[in-house]
């Protein structure tokens, strides 16, 4: 910073060069360079050498920083190829390795050369202690053997050595706890050490490859290598001493291997130059980056958050991405050699690099740095180039970040692209408070619109007056369109509503060939108000005299007027030629309204892979609408090969545009797992969000979450929130999920009778869940008057509606007389539609019915089938069937092995009758080993639960001592227990035990 007449000003280059400039470039260039507030030119020449002679001053690096907003200093750290880079754990130090003899540790803060180790050393590699208090650091020392040195740096004093490669180790890493190191040598092995006093652990070792990599994973003792001839990456698990899995896919050596911060995923880097994504379970590769302009990969390293990881790249500098997605944050260019290293600070703010001649660089992380340094990120994003792609939505991303910094340039580019939708929803509001911000902080370039704005009442109060006054700061400055502007004055109109005497100005100033003018005249027509009628024909008038002159928005208004007739003929062919012509010149909505043409054939040709096309470069603008458009495509594989993943990736940048509508497509694909891994969190989030937009799918479905504690905590009073915001918008499975939760106290009161109404409307619009209950209300007289008639009304209709509930419950009214004329061919009827549907429930009963013969002719075969099916959904009363079926050989060949195994698992549900018949197998010895102690186990726990049976085979082994001591006392009473219980054996045999 300098201070000069007693304002503080930023020393940047363009200032500085602002100076030196020919009066035609300084004409070019932003009007604060070359005039600084209109100071004199003796001011300006004082200026000038007191920031020649601070930038000279302050140039303590060995050499020049480039004009890199991003870069902090560049040091010659190495005579050599910095061969290992690595920042200490607590942030405070950057250690780095070369052939060139020696291990240097520099100040993170300042790049202050603290300590240089060792001497004669060819260092290959790096690795802090998590305590940040020891240095490992693999070397070629003098004698030529390979060993890793642990260094006390702070006293510059080797603490330990460890000896056992003979080959060059080209990767060492401590443990997450710091009790154990792990290296990688070409001696083709990993090998673990004990950090403490550096004996053996575990050996790995690979077929014939050098191990170049490793990674300890965040989760278990796992570690992951790269190797080098057959390109190989192998997961090893250290405490087993065993490999896991080997992943191939490399096609050249693979130099960097990293976990994510979840362990689930693995990313590499490679000589191929291509970096990897891989799961950690499958071992299946999930995606591959890769640019031509990398070239080969030589190192990866990720965030400690695990939002980024950079690369340093052969040819292209230092690339960072998102981890997540992949996609490009930015480049750091500016080394002379190629990169070689690349290590990021703990909290994420710096980024240091180091090269093939020995040049260590320290920049900014992108994205924290100065105001300056946002505005250079977003501008790269924005304008696109050979290495980063034009990026739009990453572009506003961070002009709002830079605009927060106070960057005028970056407000001003906001309020732009909030004018032409250029990659952000179209909004003029936005548009204008961002260019009152920009004009406000001295933006010139926003005056001038501002001023227009006032001039053509547009998206403000026509006015004149204040037209000029922006105008006039502006031209201060040398802007030489409000310059013009103020000479001709004939846009400018006194303050006050859209009235005749504004519109004849502005017609003045349209008729001269004003845009601006011509637009204005074209919107006022087309909304009208009391001074001026509506009038589309003049609207198209006035918009086709500023089509003609190219302007994109107008073009696009007079395809709008061909599209729906008002103000020209209607005519869809005409239309699609004014949304194509506005479209080849990047009018990202005429862009998707093009596509939206294609897609249905509307004035042209149907053509999907023409729709996808033109969907496609709406959508890379961030355009919501055709990002939302194009995922339809991919999810039916319209124009474009079907992809869900495609699909899922464009509406969640859709969803994340503001298209509230495909939110909830994105949560269900999460939710079922389509196009991605199911990820229960990120759909609860994106249902949510939906739900708070008003769409009523999202509302229901993020309802049944919070009831299920799926993605969220279990929360039943925000489930009947949601339900009933969907249900009040009507929404039928909502107003059924709501009238379930009123009838049943889920999450509110219990309130019967509102609940009825609720199962009203929805049933009324068809939901044959809520026919059901509204059945089962009349039935039992739940919130309304108890009625068999519409009882039955209802459940017909539902059982009509192929809901099973209703049809089994059906089935029991006829089979059992209650509430309805028995009639065992209905309930036959519908116990069998229910349970072709799975109704378990139904099963079992047909079971009964063709064991007992009722209504039909008596089957055990066919009982059994039925009894299988119920079981097999869980059933305990059709377990207990099925295992008695197969004990006693009824329908199915018997086989006591079968009936215990489904006895046991009706008794895990507490089945009584299982439990008892269960005792008389033990006690019998049959399908199981004779076990009286077991028999007297099980009857003592169905005793418990009520059984007679039990009590009296209890009394029984009482009296006889069978697998108990022999108690005529105990006998006795278990015998009366029966008895009063009316087992008519009991009462016989207690009668006996008395006389």
């Not at 192998?234 to 050249?252: C, N, P, Q, V």
């Not at 070689?340 to 020995?358: E, H």
């Not at 029991?812 to 116990?831: P, R, S």
């Not at 215990?900 to 018949?917: M, T």
Request: aromatic content about 10%; glycine content about 10%; hydrophobic content about 40%.
């Amino acid at each position: 910073m300098g201070i000069i007449d007693g304002f503080i000003i930023p020393l940047n280059r363009a200032l500085v060069a602002s100076f030196v400039l020919t009066r035609q470039e300084q004409d070019a260039a932003p009007s604060f360079c070359y005039s600084y507030y209109g100071r004199a030119p003796g001011q300006v020449l004082f200026l000038l050498i007191c920031l020649t002679l601070i930038c000279c001053f302050s140039a303590v690096d060995a050499i020049a920083a480039d004009s890199n907003t991003s870069l902090v200093r560049t040091v010659q750290g190495h005579s050599g190829a910095v061969s290992a880079l690595v920042f200490s754990g607590d942030g405070q130090f950057v250690a780095t390795g070369s052939i060139d003899g020696s291990i240097k540790v520099w100040q993170a803060g300042d790049g202050k050369l603290l300590h240089q180790l060792g001497d004669n050393l060819e260092v290959t590699a790096l690795a802090f202690s998590p305590e940040s208090d020891r240095l490992a650091a693999a070397v070629k020392n003098k004698a030529k053997e390979y060993i890793v040195q642990i260094w006390d740096f702070n006293r510059e004093k080797v603490r330990d050595t460890i000896e056992g490669h003979n080959q060059q180790v080209n990767a060492v890493k401590y443990s997450d706890d710091g009790k154990i190191i792990a290296t990688a040598s070409g001696d083709t092995t990993v090998r673990t050490w004990n950090a403490r006093n550096g004996r053996s652990f575990s050996t790995f070792t690979t077929s014939k490859n050098d191990v170049l990599t490793l990674d300890w994973s965040p989760v278990g003792q796992v570690i992951v290598s790269g190797e080098s001839w057959e390109f190989t990456i192998r997961l090893w698990d250290e405490e087993k001493g065993a490999l896991i899995k080997s992943l191939t896919g490399h096609t050249d050596w693979v130099n960097a291997t990293r976990f994510t911060n979840d362990g689930l995923k693995i990313i590499s880097a490679s000589k191929d130059g291509s970096v990897r994504y891989w799961d950690v379970a499958s071992g299946k590769e999930e995606k591959k980056i890769r640019e031509w302009w990398w070239g080969e990969i030589n190192d990866l390293v990720l965030s400690r958050d695990g939002k980024y990881m950079a690369a340093a790249s052969e040819k292209g500098g230092v690339i960072v991405w998102y981890q997540e997605s992949g996609k490009l944050l930015d480049v750091l260019d500016g080394d002379t050699g190629k990169i070689v290293a690349v290590t990021i600070s703990p909290d994420g703010r710096m980024l240091v690099s180091g090269d093939s001649k020995g040049q260590l660089r320290f920049w900014t992380f992108p994205g924290t740095g100065t105001g300056a340094s946002l505005l250079a990120l977003a501008e790269k994003h924005d304008q696109g180039s050979k290495k980063i792609p034009e990026n739009k939505p990453e572009a506003v991303k961070w002009y709002r970040l830079a605009s927060e910094k106070g960057v005028t340039h970056a407000m001003r580019r906001l309020g732009e692209m909030y004018e032409t939708g250029d990659g952000i929803d179209k909004d003029s509001t936005e548009a204008l408070q961002w260019f009152e911000k920009a004009a406000e902080a001295g933006d010139a370039d926003a005056q001038f619109v501002l001023g227009n704005r006032y001039a053509l009442g547009d998206g403000v109060p026509l006015n004149g007056t204040v037209a000029e006054e922006w105008w006039g700061r502006a031209a201060a400055q040398g802007h030489e369109n409000a310059k013009l502007k103020l000479e001709n004055k004939y846009t400018s109109v006194e303050g006050g509503g859209v009235d005749e005497e504004k519109v004849k100005w502005l017609t003045g100033s349209a008729e001269a060939g004003d845009v601006e003018a011509q637009k204005a005249l074209g919107e006022i027509f087309r909304k009208g108000n009391k001074d001026i009628p509506k009038s589309y024909t003049k609207s198209v008038m006035w918009y086709r005299k500023a089509a003609k002159q190219g302007d994109l928005d107008a073009q696009y208004a007079i395809a709008e007027s061909y599209a729906t007739g008002l103000g020209s003929p209607e005519s869809p062919r005409d239309a699609m030629k004014w949304f194509h012509k506005a479209a080849e010149e990047g009018h990202t909505p005429s862009q998707y309204r093009y596509a939206l043409g294609l897609e249905e054939g509307t004035g042209t040709d149907q053509s999907f892979s023409d729709a996808a096309l033109w969907y496609r470069k709406a959508a890379s603008q961030g355009f919501g609408p055709a990002q939302m458009a194009l995922g339809r495509l991919f999810q039916k594989g319209q124009g474009v090969d079907k992809s869900a993943t495609e699909a899922l990736l464009w509406f969640r940048q859709a969803a994340e545009s503001g298209e509230v509508e495909v939110m909830y497509d994105v949560g269900r694909m999460y939710a079922q797992g389509v196009g991605t891994q199911k990820n229960p969190a990120l759909a609860a989030k994106w249902l949510l969000a939906g739900a708070q937009h008003g769409v009523v799918a999202a509302q229901y479905e993020i309802g049944l979450m919070y009831s299920r504690g799926d993605g969220v905590t279990k929360d039943e009073a925000r489930a009947v929130k949601w339900f009933k915001a969907a249900a009040a918008q009507g929404g039928a499975k909502a107003q059924y999920e709501y009238g379930l939760a009123l009838l049943n106290g889920l999450g509110v009161d219990v309130a019967q009778k509102e609940a009825v109404s609720w199962f009203q409307k929805a049933a009324a619009q068809g939901d044959a869940e809520a026919g059901y209950q509204l059945g089962r209300c009349y039935l039992e007289g739940l919130g309304v008057d108890q009625s068999d008639s519409l009882a039955l009304k209802w459940l017909t209709t539902a059982a009509g509606q192929e809901n099973s509930e209703a049809r089994y419950l059906l089935g029991q009214i006829h089979e059992t007389g209650k509430h309805a004329k028995k009639d065992l061919e209905d309930a036959i009827k519908w116990h069998t539609l229910a349970a072709k549907q799975g109704h378990a429930e139904a099963q079992y009963r047909l079971g009964v019915i063709n064991n007992d013969g009722i209504g039909v002719t008596k089957s055990a075969k066919e009982a059994a089938v039925w009894f299988a099916k119920s079981a097999q959904q869980g059933l305990s009363d059709a377990e207990y069937a099925l295992g008695m079926a197969y004990a006693n050989g009824e329908g199915v060949k018997k086989n006591l092995k079968s009936a215990v195994e489904w006895l046991l698992k009706a008794s895990d549900q507490g089945n009584v009758s299982a439990i008892y018949y269960l005792g008389v197998l033990h006690a019998t010895g049959k399908g199981v080993g004779q076990d009286y102690a077991k028999a007297l186990k099980y009857w003592v726990t169905s005793a418990k639960k009520g059984d007679v049976r039990s009590l009296y085979f209890l009394g029984y082994m009482y009296e006889t001592g069978t697998g108990v001591p022999r108690n005529l006392a105990d006998a006795r009473k278990l015998y009366e227990k029966a008895a009063e219980l009316g087992d008519v054996y009991a009462h016989q045999t207690m009668t006996g035990l008395a006389e």
